[in-house]
């Protein structure tokens, strides 16, 4: 049986994994794209690339697009200190339009494999208030996606799938688990170690840490601390 082929965006963190598992056990042939962005750390691409072969991706192709040469951003910039405290509206951790950017290549690469479905790891819930994780900007870039494309245009519509959208911290983790994916290979951290180990204050280890707190699994995270 011929499978279909699908574009995945993997970061080497825990949503990303699961998305992965999950459009793997729906059958797609995953094509995984990671992007070395000018992130602080490059720990969470050697996780990705466990990743990509532990959980079968058919491919995985990291992209090399330097964000940081604009700055903006406490991932980005090394000028702006990684806050170890939650913070009120868009934290400093937004990376301007990344998500748009990196759903534009992924919608490239889709195009070139005849792939008409793109996972990407966004969350409405449990998620640090970036603009480019809710459903109305997903909704608004398929839109575009098939205006701007030779197949979108043609009739043969792409598709962004979200299959953690509405989904809690902890609910990804049971989904993650019951799809076969080993957290502890994962790297959310935004200021992790040279070996991927997390700091354990950053926004990202506090929702990491409270998902399996509320999941009641336990923390798999290799912490520095």
């Given amino acids: 049986?011929?499978?279909?082929?699908?574009?995945?965006?993997?970061?080497?963190?825990?949503?990303?994994?699961?998305?992965?598992a999950l459009a793997r056990a729906e059958g797609?042939?995953?094509?995984?794209?990671?992007?070395?962005?000018?992130q602080r750390h490059?720990?969470?691409l050697v996780a990705a690339a466990e990743l990509a072969q532990?959980?079968?991706?058919?491919?995985?192709?990291?992209v090399d697009l330097n964000l940081g040469l604009f700055g903006g951003s406490?991932?980005?910039?090394?000028?702006?200190?990684?806050?170890?405290?939650?913070?009120?509206?868009?934290p400093v951790t937004?990376?301007?339009?990344?998500?748009?950017?990196?759903?534009?290549?992924?919608?490239?690469w889709a195009e070139v494999?005849?792939?008409?479905?793109?996972?990407?790891?966004?969350?409405?819930?449990d998620y640090s208030g970036y603009p480019d994780c809710r459903p109305e900007f997903i909704q608004a870039f398929e839109t575009m996606a098939n205006l701007a494309t030779k197949a979108g245009v043609?009739?043969?519509?792409?598709?962004?799938?979200?299959?953690?959208?509405?989904?809690?911290?902890?609910?990804?983790?049971?989904?993650?688990?019951?799809?076969?994916?080993?957290?502890?290979r994962t790297v959310s951290c935004y200021s992790a170690d040279d070996q991927g180990r997390a700091c354990g204050l950053c926004d990202a280890c506090r929702l990491r840490a409270r998902g399996f707190a509320d999941a009641g699994l336990p923390d798999t995270t290799r912490y520095r601390l």
């Fill in 154 to 184: 043609g009739g043969d519509h792409c598709h962004i799938r979200t299959p953690l959208i509405d989904l809690s911290k902890a609910e990804i983790i049971r989904q993650g688990v019951g799809a076969g994916v080993d957290f502890a």
């Fill in 42 to 44: 490059h720990a969470e």
């Fill in 1 to 20: 049986m011929t499978m279909k082929n699908a574009v995945v965006l993997l970061s080497g963190g825990m949503d990303s994994a699961t998305v992965l």
């Fill in 28 to 38: 797609f042939d995953c094509h995984c794209l990671s992007f070395r962005y000018g």
């Fill in 54 to 62: 532990s959980l079968g991706a058919a491919d995985h192709r990291v």
């Fill in 74 to 90: 406490a991932l980005t910039d090394q000028a702006i200190q990684v806050p170890d405290a939650p913070s009120n509206g868009i």
């Fill in 113 to 125: 494999l005849d792939a008409r479905d793109i996972f990407i790891g966004v969350n409405a819930v």
């Fill in 94 to 108: 937004y990376v301007p339009a990344r998500n748009t950017v990196f759903l534009s290549i992924a919608l490239a």
